[in-house]
């Protein structure tokens, strides 16, 4: 016991003394937090788009309100009056505006008269997304003509769509906190626990410890810990700061916060594990380097943070089903968006449990206590 | 008081290939107790690989040896805990101080707390460190940084110390300090030492026996007195002898005890048997001969001629080449 806890000792008397790391370690996953969270946002906003209206009838008026109300609401577009139809289409192809809306003199009579009214829309469809985007909301804002003309009686061979949101609504900044603490986990893991063994092989300072009455166990498990220590701590720090950042409130329950506490730790173990079973006879930090960024990728995107696991092909969500990560997000976002109890993702933690198991297991017997 | 064995280590054809060099080659050996043991051989003769092997660090492909009482293959753990090794590279953490290098390996040998604080600020006095034991090694020069570490595997009071060229790349200052400290160590708690060297006259200095090995082979083993006398022409005198014909040389050249003779203008080298004995006959012959001998010196042979006797090379060549890689705390890896 004395040898295990100075193996952890030692580690994290190691770790205090590079406060850049640290530093790097909180840092880093915020930033990434912040750079995705404003780049590409779930909904497009302010794209800039010119209105021409031609029409000094009622139903115009009222298209112009309902662009407006979009405007001031989901801020799809901003709208910029033209009044000539020429500065307008010229302004989508040099690129000043996403898009140009053209009302024509005769559209409220053509809608009185029921004689198939027409407004023209110009889109930059060379930028997909937002020409996508733009195109709904702009229909959006036709769509009382149709309703406005059918009989107030419902209509059976129409399917009415009602948004329904069960849970209190989840924007896109805040659904990718989940995945954010599972980065700053997946980064500590990488930089604690095996990494360490790695750093002392490349030194040659290794063979000062192998010399000592150390066993197997007493080394990997020492570094195991001191891992779990450290990214804990990083992950939870990263999560209240995300929390406070997005505006994810606080649950008052304490099941919630033992919930993420053991995803966090599990998570953290598993990964650690995994860790030092594949780096367990890397000499060479440069072979880590290019390690993390191919297991970023392979164990990150397909983990649901920050795409649905529902929409992979089918071969990609039969790796999310062994993919830690995957049963990580789900997990964390169960409990902070779903209020969900530990019940709820006992099958998360007991997927984590169970590869937390295998890999530590075999990385201590593979682990070589020799040179 | 620790049970002692008459012999510290024993060792039987051990061998152990790496990659495609027999780096030791069926190696035969018995180091007694208490004994200062050396090894001497140039880069590459093995002598690492040995330690290595010795030290629970490498497995033999085959042969073994028994170090302080236990198998090395069977109770590795328990020869740990009799032996201390200062690898031959620099192994102490430059991110930790002086005294948490030696704290930190006093809890892996499960060393009580009060034993341990003392313990070491007993062998940081004894290696002059106690000053600044508080500082990071990395602020430490690389004669600090070797002193530290021999300090540090002595926590544990082993019977058997292990140094694998423990002098390599520092100035002769700090080396004779380094060997004082090990006599010092080795005095007050009665080890047995096993150093391995490519300094002759290290070997020559500290160790009670020596084996010389090259090319992961034992070539020649004794005590340095034994293997000195054992090659053939073991001292040099040196004799001036002003106008010398070859005629003088000549009758020299006939003397039974004499192998070999240089003459360079005045300046005669002689290789002779026990050059204490003989010089007066060697005086009396140039007399007869008509010469008059107007000083000479006698010189031992060093280990240096007794490497070259046995192997046809010098082991200074091949050292020249490493020396200067060898930097204050530079990490090194020696023959990994
Ligand atoms: N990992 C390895 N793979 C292949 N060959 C090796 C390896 N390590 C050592 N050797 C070879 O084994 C031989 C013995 O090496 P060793 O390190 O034991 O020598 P040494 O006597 O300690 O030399 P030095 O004085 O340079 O430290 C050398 O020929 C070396 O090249
Ligand atoms: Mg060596």
Redesign the pocket.
């Known amino acids: 016991m004395t040898k295990l806890l100075a193996v952890i000792e030692r580690d994290l008397k190691k770790f205090r003394r590079n406060p850049l790391v640290i530093a790097m370690s909180v840092l880093m996953p915020i930033v990434y937090l912040v750079i995705i969270g404003n780049s590409f946002q779930g909904k497009l906003k302010a794209l800039p788009m010119a209105v021409v209206n031609l029409d000094s009838g009622p139903y115009a008026k009222r298209v112009i309100e309902n662009l407006r109300a979009i405007e001031a609401g989901p801020d799809t577009f901003t709208i910029f009056n033209i009044n000539d139809r020429k500065v307008a289409v010229e302004g989508v192809k040099n690129g000043k505006y996403k898009a140009a809306l053209i009302i024509p003199p005769d559209f409220s009579k053509r809608v009185v008269l029921k004689s198939g009214p027409e407004a023209g829309l110009f889109l930059d469809n060379t930028d997909g997304i937002s020409s996508g985007a733009i195109r709904n909301s702009v229909g959006s804002a036709f769509r009382f003509l149709g309703t406005d003309y059918v009989s107030v009686r419902e209509r059976y061979d129409r399917v009415h769509m009602r948004e329904i949101n069960l849970y209190s609504k989840v924007d896109y900044y805040q659904s990718l906190v989940p995945g954010v603490v599972i980065m700053a986990i997946f980064l500590g893991t990488l930089t604690t626990g095996a990494f360490n063994l790695v750093m002392d092989r490349f030194l040659g300072i290794d063979e000062s410890y192998l010399l000592t009455p150390l066993s197997k166990s007493d080394i990997v498990s020492g570094l195991i810990i001191s891992g779990l220590l450290i990214t804990t701590v990083i992950a939870v720090l990263i999560l209240v700061l995300s929390m406070l950042i997005t505006g994810i409130p606080f649950s008052r329950g304490i099941e919630q916060y033992i919930s993420v506490l053991i995803v966090i730790n599990l998570t953290t173990l598993g990964l650690l594990s995994m860790m030092f079973l594949i780096m367990g006879r890397i000499n060479h930090p440069r072979i880590v380097g290019i390690l993390s960024g191919f297991l970023n990728v392979i164990l990150f995107f397909p983990s649901g943070a920050v795409y649905p696991v529902a929409s992979f092909p089918g071969w990609l969500k039969a790796f999310a089903k062994i993919n830690p990560e995957a049963y990580a997000v789900n997990a964390l976002k169960a409990v902070l968006f779903k209020r969900a109890g530990l019940a709820d993702i006992s099958g998360d933690i007991g997927f984590l449990l169970v590869f937390t198991l295998i890999m530590l297991t075999s990385s201590i017997v593979t682990f070589k206590r020799t040179l | 008081m620790k049970n002692r064995h008459d012999k510290a280590i024993e060792v039987l054809e051990i061998t152990?290939k790496?990659?495609?060099?027999?780096?030791?080659d069926a190696v035969s050996f018995d180091v007694i107790d208490g004994e200062f043991f050396g090894f001497l051989?140039?880069?590459?003769?093995?002598?690492?690989?040995?330690?290595?092997m010795l030290t629970t660090l490498l497995k033999p492909d085959s042969g073994g040896a028994i170090v302080a009482g236990c198998n090395v293959a069977k109770e590795p753990d328990t020869v740990r805990h009799r032996i201390g090794v200062v690898p031959?590279a620099m192994t102490s953490d430059l991110d930790l101080t002086g005294y948490e290098n030696m704290n930190i390996y006093g809890k892996f040998y499960g060393i009580p707390r009060k034993e341990r604080q003392e313990r070491i600020k007993q062998l940081l006095d004894t290696v002059g460190l106690a000053a600044r034991a508080d500082e990071l090694v990395a602020a430490y020069s690389g004669g600090m940084r070797r002193r530290l570490e021999i300090a540090r595997v002595l926590v544990h009071r082993p019977e058997i110390l292990f140094l694998?060229?423990p002098t390599?790349g520092l100035d002769p200052q700090s080396r004779h300090l380094i060997w004082e400290i090990i006599g010092k160590f080795r005095k007050r708690d009665s080890m047995t030492v096993f150093l391995?060297t490519?300094y002759m006259e290290e070997a020559d200095l500290l160790c009670d026996r020596v084996a010389i090995?090259d090319?992961?082979k034992v070539i020649a083993l004794g005590s340095p007195e034994d293997l000195k006398a054992r090659i053939p022409g073991n001292d040099i005198v040196s004799l001036t002898i002003p106008d010398i014909s070859s005629g003088i040389a000549g009758k020299i050249e006939d003397l039974p005890f004499v192998h070999k003779l240089d003459v360079q203008d005045n300046a005669v080298r002689v290789y002779v048997d026990s050059g204490a004995q003989n010089l007066p006959v060697l005086i009396e012959k140039v007399g007869e001969a008509g010469g008059k001998v107007m000083s000479a010196t006698i010189q031992e042979q060093s280990l240096e001629d007794v490497f070259i006797h046995y192997t046809g090379k010098s082991i200074r060549e091949e050292?020249k080449k490493?020396s200067f890689l060898v930097g204050a705390g530079v990490p090194q890896k020696?023959?990994?």
């Open positions: 152990k790496l990659g495609r060099t027999i780096a030791v051989g140039p880069n590459g003769a093995g002598k690492t690989t040995l330690i290595r031959q694998d060229e390599i391995t490519h090995i090319s992961g050292v490493v020696w023959g990994r």
